[in-house]
């Protein structure tokens, strides 16, 4: 009695012509990771910057924009760019604050404070009709300035913020790549 073995060779050449396409889809793979990742950043990033500052999602998003990830440039990142806010932004009213004492709440973790320094900053409604904190430059009544604070570039900054940021980055850019390869080797073997 012989006994014969068969190699099915047709099996070998669609593996081989899968794994041919595999490796050209590993720059797509990568691409489509670094955009999700940016994504998700980009959305995290407000979250994470309104729970240890006293602002809205919206007004940091206004100040980001994105740059994705294409074939030719395979990297993205965010960039925000915004002007420092006015201390009037953090009364405990807002811009509409009828408050005649000038007490600010910039981050959460802290509680109102008074704005300090010589001469003293006092709050009042100026002609655009908006109330800010003002102080006088010199002990005589004018000239006036309008007291300013951070910006949402540097409420991202801060080591906190980014650190937070950056491990979320990390974990999802690891299962992203993850995802991606896998899906495209899901679809070279179908």
Do not use: C
């Not at 396409?21 to 998700?40: H, W």
């Not at 005589?140 to 980014?162: F, K």
């Amino acid at each position: 009695m012989a006994s014969r073995i068969v190699i099915d060779a047709s099996q070998l050449n669609k593996i081989i012509k899968g794994l041919e396409g595999f490796e050209k889809q590993m720059p797509g793979a990568f691409v489509s990771a670094v955009n999700r990742t940016l994504d998700f950043v980009y959305t995290r990033t407000g979250q994470i910057t309104t729970k240890h500052y006293n602002v809205r999602t919206r007004e940091i998003k206004e100040s980001m924009k994105k740059y994705k990830a294409t074939f030719n440039r395979p990297r993205a990142w965010i960039q925000i760019r915004s002007r420092r806010y006015t201390l009037a932004r953090f009364l405990p009213g807002g811009l509409g604050s009828t408050t005649k004492v000038a007490r600010v709440k910039i981050k959460k973790s802290a509680g109102y404070k008074r704005v300090g320094g010589k001469p003293g900053a006092f709050v009042q409604r100026s002609p655009d009709g908006n109330t800010h904190v003002f102080r006088r430059r010199r002990n005589t009544r004018y000239p006036i300035d309008v007291l300013r604070t951070i910006s949402p570039t540097q409420m991202v900054q801060n080591l906190n913020v980014m650190d937070e940021i950056q491990t979320l980055a990390n974990q999802k850019l690891a299962e992203r790549i993850d995802h991606e390869i896998q899906y495209r080797l899901r679809k070279v073997r179908g």
